[in-house]
Nanobody, 127 residues
Framework: QVQLVESGGGLVQAGGSLRLSCAAS????????MGWFRQAPGKEREFVAA????????YHVVSVRGRFTISRDSAKNTGYLQMNSLKPEDTAVYYC????????????????????WGQGTQVTVSS
């Protein structure tokens, strides 16, 4: 079992920045791929970014590419999502997720591929 706890959300003006953290406990987080998803009111949960457990491969959805950066610090059992140049359309509850993968370089983008989820943290971007 892996327990995930997100933090770092809040209210920010358009153009501002936030850094979300995902603290993991339980099994060795360093051997789990990690992802960030978000869900806006009335919409389905959508993929934002993912990183392999090796940290060598990362993938960001086109709408956040160049603005958001996923990273991880396995020594601290923590993942991050640095969000810059935030836009009102980035407003959502952000969730981190983790799962074991067969390959160290695997990155996963589907919600169904992740076994463990955090409770979410609210990000609100005002215009």
């Amino acid at each position: 079992q892996v327990q995930l706890v997100e933090s770092g959300g809040g209210l920010v003006q358009a153009g501002g920045s936030l850094r979300l953290s995902c603290a993991a406990s339980g099994r060795t987080f360093s051997s789990y791929a990690m992802g960030w998803f978000r869900q806006a009111p009335g919409k389905e949960r959508e993929f934002v970014a993912a990183i392999s457990w090796s940290g060598d491969r990362r993938y960001h959805v086109v709408s956040v590419r160049g603005r958001f950066t996923i990273s991880r610090d396995s020594a601290k059992n923590t993942g991050y999502l640095q969000m810059n140049s935030l836009k009102p359309e980035d407003t959502a509850v952000y969730y981190c997720a983790a799962t074991a993968t067969a390959q160290a370089i695997d990155v996963l983008s589907a919600t169904s591929e992740y076994a463990y989820w955090g409770q979410g943290t609210q990000v609100t971007v005002s215009s």
